[in-house]
């Protein structure tokens, strides 16, 4: 079983337990080289709040990861609203992603159109993957077929990732937010659960246009991710990057991220405006962002993947799919 393109989502990659990986970027590649992903400076304009991207920017610098133990005296909160940055019990820190509104999806390929317009209610978001140290940690067990403790944990399915939310949560006293039997997620707890796919996106975008999420589009890319081209062919450290305008780590390249929506193909045609959270069942489900293992055109973030969510055979679970989680922000 393998990651790929959901834009091509017919196409199953099979990958062997000998390791023979096959990066199912080249066959994105394949598919949009004949229709090379169109910049959208002119068409995606984010609006509204993005003045709170500015202030999110001052604390945008990634860097390790054991940080303060305690909520950051940089960024507290005030008594109109939370804290910028928070450092959890369980290690990781989160940002805050403030409240506002962007334009989703690119016309460069057919699931991700059309370009839609949705709001997205504030959230904490973990600033870097989940590592496999702070994995380890609370599972006991790490899964990672290439072993670093500060690099992202890998080869976890979708139902592994709901795993580690919950055990998240209620490590830190907080009601999880998923049904394992039914894989239903509360999204009124404050605990800990992925991403939607629309959060994910925004979070990446970060108040800018374009393909990328910064500024300098693709040219940027090597200060920002580990793909292809500079990635020696594994994941990486968490943090070694320069973070986005909200001060988020690797969103783009090192591990594909898993979301919470199931993957719908047309999804984006009938997509509620705010806060969607995906179709209500599927096959498969979504991950964002691109790898190590992919090219600069498939580390956009608007491209959209997705796989199995449950575990068949160990052997062939994915070693660049990873995770990051996102609670309540209120
Ligand atoms: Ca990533």
Same mark, same amino acid.
């Given at each position: 079983?393998?990651?790929?393109?959901?834009?091509?989502?017919?196409?199953?990659?099979?990958?062997?337990?000998?390791?023979?990986?096959?990066?199912?970027?080249?066959?994105?590649?394949?598919?949009?080289?004949?229709?090379?992903?169109?910049?959208?400076?002119?068409?995606?304009?984010?609006?509204?709040?993005?003045?709170?991207?500015?202030?999110? !920017?001052?604390? @945008? $610098?990634?860097?390790?990861?054991? *940080?303060? +133990? /305690?909520?950051? =005296? %940089?960024?507290?909160?005030?008594? &109109?609203?939370?804290?910028?940055?928070?450092?959890?019990?369980?290690?990781?820190?989160?940002?805050?992603?403030?409240?506002?509104?962007?334009?989703?999806?690119?016309?460069?390929?057919?699931?991700?159109?059309?370009?839609?317009?949705?709001?997205?209610?504030?959230?904490?978001?973990?600033?870097?993957?989940?590592?496999?140290?702070?994995?380890?940690?609370?599972?006991?067990?790490?899964?990672?077929?290439?072993?670093?403790?500060?690099?992202?944990?890998?080869?976890?399915?979708?139902?592994?990732?709901?795993?580690?939310?919950?055990?998240?949560?209620?490590?830190?006293?907080?009601?999880?937010?998923?049904?394992?039997?039914?894989?239903?997620?509360?999204?009124?707890?404050?605990?800990?659960?992925?991403?939607?796919?629309?959060?994910?996106?925004?979070?990446?975008? !970060?108040?800018? @246009? $374009?393909?990328?999420?910064?500024? *300098?589009? +693709? /040219?940027?890319? =090597? %200060?920002?991710?580990?793909?292809? &081209?500079?990635?020696?062919?594994?994941?990486?450290?968490?943090?070694?990057?320069?973070?986005?305008?909200?001060?988020?780590?690797?969103?783009?390249?090192?591990?594909?991220?898993?979301?919470?929506?199931?993957?719908?193909?047309?999804?984006?045609?009938?997509?509620?405006?705010?806060?969607?959270?995906?179709?209500?069942?599927?096959?498969?489900?979504?991950?964002?962002?691109?790898?190590?293992?992919?090219?600069?055109?498939?580390?956009?973030?608007?491209?959209?993947?997705?796989?199995?969510?449950?575990?068949?055979?160990?052997?062939?679970?994915?070693?660049?799919?990873?995770?990051?989680?996102?609670?309540?922000?209120?």
């Amino acid at each position: 079983m393998s990651v790929q393109p959901a834009t091509v989502a017919s196409r199953d990659l099979k990958v062997g337990c000998r390791g023979q990986l096959v990066c199912p970027c080249s066959l994105h590649r394949l598919t949009s080289s004949r229709r090379h992903p169109t910049r959208q400076t002119t068409e995606v304009r984010t609006v509204a709040t993005f003045i709170a991207v500015v202030a999110a !920017a001052m604390i @945008a $610098g990634c860097g390790p990861v054991g *940080e303060p +133990a /305690a909520p950051s =005296a %940089e960024a507290p909160g005030t008594p &109109d609203g939370p804290a910028r940055r928070i450092a959890t019990a369980s290690g990781p820190v989160m940002v805050l992603i403030p409240a506002g509104e962007f334009l989703m999806g690119s016309e460069a390929e057919p699931d991700s159109r059309p370009v839609h317009r949705v709001s997205v209610s504030a959230f904490y978001m973990d600033k870097h993957e989940v590592t496999q140290e702070v994995y380890e940690r609370l599972m006991g067990s790490n899964p990672a077929r290439h072993k670093g403790p500060q690099d992202p944990v890998e080869r976890v399915r979708w139902t592994d990732a709901l795993r580690f939310c919950n055990a998240r949560s209620q490590a830190e006293g907080l009601t999880p937010c998923y049904d394992l039997k039914t894989r239903k997620c509360d999204f009124a707890a404050d605990g800990y659960r992925l991403p939607t796919e629309a959060e994910w996106e925004y979070a990446c975008r !970060a108040g800018t @246009a $374009g393909d990328y999420g910064f500024e *300098e589009g +693709a /040219a940027g890319l =090597a %200060e920002h991710a580990w793909f292809k &081209d500079n990635a020696r062919r594994r994941h990486q450290p968490v943090g070694q990057k320069s973070a986005n305008a909200f001060g988020l780590c690797d969103m783009l390249g090192n591990v594909r991220e898993w979301c919470n929506d199931w993957y719908g193909r047309d999804y984006y045609a009938a997509s509620p405006a705010a806060d969607p959270h995906g179709p209500e069942q599927g096959e498969k489900t979504v991950l964002r962002g691109g790898a190590f293992s992919c090219t600069a055109e498939s580390c956009t973030a608007w491209a959209r993947y997705c796989d199995e969510p449950g575990l068949t055979d160990a052997c062939v679970a994915s070693d660049d799919s990873g995770f990051r989680c996102v609670r309540r922000a209120k």
